[in-house]
């Protein structure tokens, strides 16, 4: 069983920067796509960032395109997302996903199996 948890949320001011992390344990985390996904009260879930088994091709949602930057460690199991330039239009619970088919790297939550609980990233203005 694949168990994915986050860390690293928190409350940040407007133009801040937090780091995000995903611990990923019980499965070959180096074999699988990975991505991470947002949530705000009220909203669907939407794609933000993901990232290939290799780590060598990624993608972003628009909205964080030159913010965000998405990366994995295969040797500690663990996936990041470095969030700069934090606006309150950022504030939701982030998700990390794994996607183990490795099918490519899809925007959409329903191609991913795993998911965490999530962690909150709250940006006041």
């Known amino acids: 069983q694949v168990q994915l948890v986050e860390s690293g949320g928190g409350l940040v001011q407007a133009g801040g920067s937090l780091r995000l992390s995903c611990v990923v344990s019980?499965?070959?985390?180096?074999?699988?796509?990975m991505g991470w996904f947002r949530q705000a009260p009220g909203k669907e879930r939407g794609f933000t960032a993901a990232?290939?088994?290799?780590?060598?091709?990624?993608t972003y949602g628009d909205s964080v395109k030159g913010r965000f930057t998405i990366s994995r460690d295969r040797a500690k199991n663990t996936l990041s997302l470095q969030m700069h330039s934090l606006g309150p239009e950022d504030t939701a619970v982030y998700y990390c996903?794994?996607?183990?088919?490795?099918?490519?790297?899809?925007?959409?939550?329903?191609?991913?199996?795993?998911w965490g609980r999530g962690t909150q990233v709250t940006v006041s203005s």
């Open positions: 990232i290939s088994w290799s780590g060598a091709i990624t």
């Open positions: 996903a794994a996607d183990p088919t490795n099918g490519g790297l899809s925007i959409s939550p329903r191609a991913y199996e795993y």
């Open positions: 019980g499965r070959t985390f180096s074999n699988y796509t």
